[in-house]
C-alpha cells in the first residue's frame, strides 16, 4: 500500500534553534518528493522537490535530504524563526504509465516554535 | 498579481443544500486539482481536470461535481448528497500533470454545515 508517514506528528523548539522533520514511505514506483509549508488557515507552499537522482535541496534555512534506497526524506531547519511555525507536508509523488502522477500526501508535521 | 483565488473564504451550508466553491487561476495553467483536508489527515483529491472540457474522479469524488468550461476557473459544487461536507477544501494548479511539475495552491475555503 502506498503510505507516507511522517514524524513527529508534532514539534516545539525555541527561536534560534535547529530541527529535522522525518518522511518515509512506501509509494512506488518513486518520481519525486516535495516538501510543502501550510501556515494555519492557508494553501501549502512548495519548499522543495527532489527526484530519485537528487539527495539534497536547499531553500534557504531549509534542507531537504532524500535516500531513495531507504526511502526516507528529512527536512532540516536552520536557525529557527517564529515565521516558521506552521504544519510541514511530506508529498510523494508516483508514476502511473501515462496517466496522472498521483500525489500521496503525510498528515504533516506541526512545528511551533517559541521566542 | 498572480496566482490562484478561492472564494469564498468561509462558506456555511444548510441541509440539503448544494454549494459552490470558486477556484480561479491566472498562471495559464493546464491541470486544476481539488483537494479535502480534514484535521490530522493528509489531503485527499477529489477531482482533478488536465485540460479544459476534461475532468476526472480522485479518490474521494462521491458527493462532489465540477466542471472545466474555461481553462482559468474549476468551481466544486458540494451536493447534498455529501453527507460530511465540513472541511477545508483546497484547489491548486499546475503547468502540466507529469513529472516534477509544482502544484500551487489558493488560500482554501472553509466548509461548515449550519
Known amino acids: 500500500k502506498n503510505q507516507v508517514e511522517q514524524s513527529p506528528q508534532s514539534l516545539i523548539i525555541l527561536e534560534g534553534k535547529n530541527c529535522t522533520l522525518q518522511c518515509n514511505y512506501t509509494v512506488s514506483p518513486f518520481s519525486n518528493l516535495r516538501w510543502y509549508k501550510q501556515d494555519t488557515g492557508r494553501g501549502p507552499v512548495s519548499l522543495t522537490i527532489?527526484?530519485?537522482?537528487?539527495n539534497t535541496k536547499s531553500n534557504g534555512r531549509y534542507t531537504a535530504t532524500l535516500d531513495a534506497d531507504t526511502k526516507q526524506s528529512s527536512l532540516h531547519i536552520t536557525a529557527s524563526q517564529l515565521s516558521d511555525s506552521a504544519s510541514y507536508i511530506c508529498v510523494v509523488s508516483a508514476q502511473r504509465g501515462s496517466t496522472l502522477g498521483r500525489l500521496y500526501f503525510g498528515r504533516g508535521t506541526q512545528l511551533t516554535v517559541w521566542p | 498579481d498572480g496566482g490562484i483565488t478561492q472564494s469564498p473564504k468561509y462558506l456555511f451550508r444548510k441541509e440539503g443544500q448544494n454549494v459552490t466553491l470558486s477556484c480561479e487561476q491566472n498562471?495559464?495553467?493546464?491541470?486544476m486539482y481539488w483537494y479535502r483536508q480534514d484535521p490530522g489527515q493528509g489531503l485527499r483529491l477529489i477531482y482533478y481536470s488536465q485540460i479544459v472540457n476534461d475532468f476526472q474522479k480522485g479518490d474521494i469524488a462521491e458527493g462532489y461535481s465540477v466542471s472545466r468550461e474555461k481553462k482559468e476557473s474549476f468551481p466544486l459544487t458540494v451536493t447534498s448528497a455529501q453527507k460530511n461536507p465540513t472541511a477545508f477544501y483546497l484547489c491548486?494548479?499546475?503547468?502540466?500533470?507529469?513529472?516534477?511539475?509544482?502544484?500551487?495552491f489558493g488560500a482554501g475555503t472553509r466548509l461548515s454545515v449550519l
Open positions: 527532489m527526484t530519485f537522482s537528487e
Open positions: 498562471l495559464n495553467h493546464d491541470a
Open positions: 491548486a494548479s499546475s503547468i502540466g500533470w507529469r513529472g516534477k511539475n509544482i502544484q500551487y
